[in-house]
C-alpha cells in the first residue's frame, strides 16, 4: 500500500537537580513536561526524562539519555521528524559544548557531538 507511518519522535530532558545540589535550576522540569504534552497532542512519540521522576529509568542521568539517543539511532524506520530537547546546565570544555545530565558530577558530560 505504500511507505509504513512514519512517526515523529522526541527526546524530551528536563533537570531541575542535579545530585552534587550546588547548581541546581528551577522550571526545567515544568518546561519539558509542558512540551512533552504538547508534542503527545501533536502525535509525537515522546521519551520524557526529568529529574523529579520516581523511577530511576524516567531520570535524565548520563546513561538513560545516551540510551534514549541510542533508542532513536536505531529506529527500523527512520522517522518522519525527530526533536531533542534540553533544560538545564550546559558548559564548554576543551572548546566543545555539553550538555550536563543530572549525575554530571558523578558520570560525567555529554558533548554536543554524540
Given at each position: ?6 512517526l ?27 512540551l ?79
Amino acid at each position: 500500500m505504500g511507505d509504513p507511518v512514519r512517526l515523529c519522535h522526541a527526546l524530551v530532558i528536563g533537570v531541575d537537580r542535579y545530585e552534587e545540589g550546588s547548581a541546581d535550576l528551577s522550571g526545567c522540569v515544568a518546561g519539558a513536561r509542558a512540551l512533552a504534552q504538547v508534542l503527545a497532542d501533536a502525535d509525537y512519540q515522546v521519551a520524557l526524562l526529568v529529574s523529579n521522576a520516581p523511577a530511576a529509568h524516567q531520570r535524565p542521568t548520563l546513561d538513560n539519555v545516551r540510551l534514549r539517543l541510542g533508542l532513536l539511532q536505531d529506529l527500523p524506520t527512520p522517522p518522519a521528524r525527530v526533536l531533542f530537547y534540553f533544560a538545564g546546565h550546559g558548559a564548554q570544555r576543551d572548546g566543545a559544548p555539553h550538555l550536563l545530565a543530572e549525575d554530571a558530577q558523578r558520570a560525567g558530560w555529554l558533548p554536543l557531538r554524540e
